[in-house]
């Protein structure tokens, strides 16, 4: 114990010094439930506190540091033991890979384990070096978290190690609050010259499947009518989407929009203002995306591959991401019909069942039970 008899929490929150990804939603989700426990005082570290500061807000119980490195083996490996030392840290959560200087009880949460079943997305050094340093990371903490159920009997699978409790993701509040679609058309035409429009949320990486959207809004001549918005940050490459649009003629081109490196605002904003969402991504450790398009009762296809086949109330907006046919089908269905009443079912199916509360009383309960 070390401030005032309260448990002190290190968190690892270099992910917000960059784009949007699972990671990030993940701490941000988990955390501003858990700073409500004021018997946890808990220290988040990034390169930037004063952006941390801004999105879980000013706390009694939070305190905001700087990491001296940029670095991932400094910070990992100097600045991150030198911080639990000085603040008598309790915990350290980490996401994935953990410091190799254990100077307290580490949490941590390997989201998923896709680049040993699915190798062709990663290169062969990230593979062997992640297999390592997962496991490693997995064995030397006392609180192993994963997200999904299909990751949990990956890990078991692989490592070898059935001690993992599951802190789903869940979906944040302002994904369900109400709104006028027309307004948000407008703003979107306003500031982005966007007006009917389909929209996926991910990062770009061959595992994504971008070309899939692509093929499809060429097949079915989606560009007479609507621009297609890919929203993400750059990963890896994907040769097989670059291959399709490079034959593109200049008028086509125009129609599709990429947009990188916005905030949750303006991201929110361009999902409530799109006629579609469409996440095709072969695999994932969860995949929150297309929840949070559902929540915001936008018309939504998701892939039922890996971690997805969970969210079985897609039901008939389910779909083959390696069945070009099958997706076209479903995307002309939710452009042209009237699908509305579905998606008010199923968003509130996903408010019911992924809550950040839950998770957060989860691992509130490990922590104390590790005491």
């Given at each position: 114990?070390?401030?005032?008899?309260?448990?002190?929490?290190?968190?690892?929150?270099?992910?917000?010094?960059?784009?949007?990804?699972?990671?990030?939603?993940?701490?941000?989700?988990?955390?501003s439930e858990l700073i409500k426990k004021k018997d946890l005082h808990f220290f988040l570290?990034?390169?930037?506190?004063?952006?941390?500061?801004?999105?879980?807000?000013?706390?009694?119980?939070?305190?905001?540091?700087?990491?001296?490195?940029?670095?991932?083996?400094?910070?990992?490996?100097?600045?991150?033991?030198?911080?639990?030392?000085?603040?008598?840290?309790?915990?350290?959560?980490?996401?994935?890979?953990?410091?190799?200087?254990?100077?307290?009880?580490?949490?941590?949460?390997?989201?998923?384990?896709?680049?040993?079943?699915?190798?062709?997305?990663?290169?062969?050094?990230?593979?062997?070096?992640?297999?390592?340093?997962?496991?490693?990371?997995?064995?030397?903490?006392?609180?192993?978290?994963?997200?999904?159920?299909?990751?949990?009997?990956?890990?078991?699978?692989?490592?070898?190690?059935?001690?993992?409790?599951?802190?789903?993701?869940?979906?944040?509040?302002?994904?369900?609050?109400?709104?006028?679609?027309?307004?948000?058309?407008?703003?979107?035409?306003e500031k982005f010259s966007l007006k009917n429009y389909i929209i996926y949320v991910s990062?770009?990486?061959?595992?994504?499947?971008?070309?899939?959207?692509?093929?499809?809004?060429?097949?079915?001549?989606?560009?007479?009518?609507?621009?297609?918005?890919?929203?993400?940050?750059?990963?890896?490459?994907?040769?097989?989407?670059?291959?399709?649009?490079?034959?593109?003629?200049?008028?086509?081109?125009?129609?599709?929009?990429?947009?990188?490196?916005?905030?949750?605002?303006?991201?929110?904003?361009?999902?409530?203002?799109?006629?579609?969402?469409?996440?095709?991504?072969?695999?994932?450790?969860?995949?929150?995306?297309?929840?949070?398009?559902?929540?915001?009762?936008?018309?939504?296809?998701?892939?039922?591959?890996?971690?997805?086949?969970?969210?079985?109330?897609?039901?008939?907006?389910?779909?083959?991401?390696?069945?070009?046919?099958?997706?076209?089908?479903?995307?002309?269905?939710?452009?042209?019909?009237?699908?509305?009443?579905?998606?008010?079912?199923?968003?509130?199916?996903?408010?019911?069942?992924?809550?950040?509360?839950?998770?957060?009383?989860?691992?509130?309960?490990?922590?104390?039970?590790?005491?």
């Amino acid at each position: 114990m070390s401030i005032k008899n309260t448990t002190s929490i290190f968190v690892d929150c270099h992910v917000f010094d960059s784009g949007f990804q699972g990671t990030r939603t993940y701490i941000k989700g988990l955390y501003s439930e858990l700073i409500k426990k004021k018997d946890l005082h808990f220290f988040l570290v990034s390169s930037n506190p004063d952006h941390l500061e801004s999105i879980f807000g000013n706390h009694s119980n939070v305190t905001y540091l700087k990491y001296k490195y940029h670095n991932k083996i400094l910070r990992l490996s100097i600045d991150i033991p030198q911080i639990i030392k000085k603040n008598k840290i309790d915990f350290a959560h980490f996401q994935y890979i953990v410091s190799p200087i254990k100077r307290c009880k580490y949490i941590v949460t390997t989201h998923d384990l896709l680049f040993i079943d699915f190798p062709e997305y990663f290169t062969f050094l990230s593979r062997i070096v992640n297999t390592f340093l997962y496991k490693l990371s997995a064995k030397g903490s006392e609180i192993k978290l994963t997200v999904s159920e299909y990751s949990k009997q990956k890990i078991q699978q692989h490592f070898a190690l059935s001690n993992y409790e599951i802190t789903p993701n869940a979906i944040q509040d302002v994904f369900f609050e109400e709104y006028d679609k027309e307004l948000m058309k407008t703003e979107v035409a306003e500031k982005f010259s966007l007006k009917n429009y389909i929209i996926y949320v991910s990062r770009w990486e061959p595992r994504k499947n971008h070309q899939m959207v692509l093929k499809a809004f060429l097949d079915l001549k989606l560009y007479k009518k609507y621009k297609l918005l890919f929203l993400g940050n750059d990963t890896l490459p994907n040769q097989h989407y670059d291959k399709v649009f490079n034959k593109l003629n200049s008028e086509i081109k125009n129609q599709i929009v990429s947009l990188k490196n916005t905030d949750l605002k303006t991201m929110l904003l361009l999902l409530r203002g799109a006629d579609a969402s469409v996440y095709p991504s072969l695999a994932e450790g969860f995949g929150i995306p297309p929840l949070e398009s559902v929540a915001a009762k936008v018309p939504t296809l998701c892939s039922n591959k890996t971690a997805m086949s969970d969210f079985t109330f897609f039901k008939d907006y389910y779909f083959d991401p390696y069945n070009q046919d099958e997706f076209n089908q479903k995307l002309q269905k939710i452009l042209t019909q009237k699908v509305a009443l579905d998606f008010e079912i199923m968003a509130q199916n996903i408010k019911e069942k992924y809550r950040w509360q839950k998770s957060a009383d989860i691992l509130y309960n490990l922590i104390k039970q590790n005491q």
